[in-house]
């Protein structure tokens, strides 16, 4: 289904896959983009993932450093190795009870932007799967249509029953942000997304202080790739939460330093797919498993794909698992590879 937020909306997702392989194992790395919002030039990425390929080929250590402009080339790489490097399988990266087949990871419910009707009909979706977490993309609709809806929602379902998150993507106005923050803070939100347009940090700086609502950093994070950046960033703005998504910021130890600095000042964080396929889905759902986050994830989007490759992956209720009785679909890769 085509993906709406307030920048544009997504009908087709290109994905290139990095396959590593010596005489025992292989692993795959998936590098995915987000036309518009990934750091990665799509017109340079194959290069980039050719020279990846004859770098290893040749026995040459990769220098991550230089892929600081191509996050998702860097996400694959890793992701690759750690396939080949890891467990009984390539798809196992990482230990925990969910990489084991023994426990879900509590994920929100993602709700598109759309017409008024089509949002609520995904909403009623989700709270009969089970959902008690949504997260709603807000900012392309007329203000007071999105605030009703909140409305209608919390008269249905209190603070207790449902946790609301929004997401907006950048779209409010400098001029107008903390005024709209004010109104959405009469519903009981738990937090919302990039208010403003990333790169503005004083101005973000102040919407964190002054705002009713918490406030996560999402775009802020792209392109931040020094540690000292990093820590000035999170001590000028003081957001309230991080979200990561692996692919956009460079892979899991970059990700790590991120989680690293936000621990520090007691800033909470939770992780994110980027609308990878369920290669890049699972890489991540294993690594924050690992990571003790008892905040819900936001690890639904994989399920968006009409072709995507078949694996253990699936939601039920409001968690992600790995099924014991399901597989990955190797020919996928043996026929397109």
């Not at 467990?87 to 990871?105: C, V």
């Amino acid at each position: 289904m085509p993906g709406k937020t307030s920048r544009d909306v997504l009908s087709k997702k290109d994905s290139w896959f990095l396959v590593l392989k010596d005489a025992k194992s292989f692993g795959i790395g998936e590098c995915s983009i987000i036309p518009g919002l990934s750091l990665d030039n799509i017109h340079e990425i194959e290069l980039k993932l050719k020279k990846v390929c004859n770098d290893i080929s040749k026995g040459e250590q990769i220098n991550y450093e230089s892929y600081n402009q191509f996050p998702a080339v860097k996400f694959a790489i890793e992701t690759a190795h750690k396939g080949i490097e890891g467990f009984d399988t390539p798809f196992h990266l990482f230990n925990s009870d969910f990489s084991n087949n023994e426990k879900g990871i509590p994920i929100n419910g993602l709700i598109w932007m759309g017409e008024i009707a089509f949002m609520k009909k995904q909403i009623k979706s989700k709270l009969e799967s089970g959902f008690n977490c949504l997260k709603l993309k807000v900012g392309s609709l007329e203000f007071e249509s999105e605030i009703n809806l909140l409305r209608n929602l919390r008269k249905e379902f209190s603070k207790k029953d449902l946790e609301i998150r929004l997401d907006a993507n950048g779209a409010f106005s400098n001029e107008t942000a903390l005024e709209k923050l004010k109104r959405l803070s009469d519903f009981s939100i738990h937090s919302i997304e990039q208010p403003i347009k990333p790169k503005q940090f004083s101005e973000m700086a102040k919407i964190c202080k002054l705002s009713p609502l918490p406030i996560a950093l999402d775009e802020e994070l792209i392109g931040v790739n020094l540690s000292s950046e990093r820590e000035k960033l999170l001590d000028t703005i003081k957001p309230h939460f991080l979200i990561l998504k692996p692919s956009l910021l460079g892979g899991f130890k970059d990700s790590n330093e991120w989680i690293h600095f936000a621990e520090k000042r007691n800033i909470k964080w939770w992780a994110t797919s980027a609308l990878e396929s369920n290669v890049g889905l699972n890489a991540i759902a294993q690594w924050v498993a690992t990571k003790e986050n008892n905040l819900r994830q936001g690890l639904g989007t994989g399920m968006l794909f009409s072709n995507n490759i078949q694996s253990p992956l699936e939601i039920e209720g409001d968690e992600l698992v790995l099924k014991n009785d399901k597989s990955w679909d190797l020919n996928f890769f043996n026929k397109n590879i």
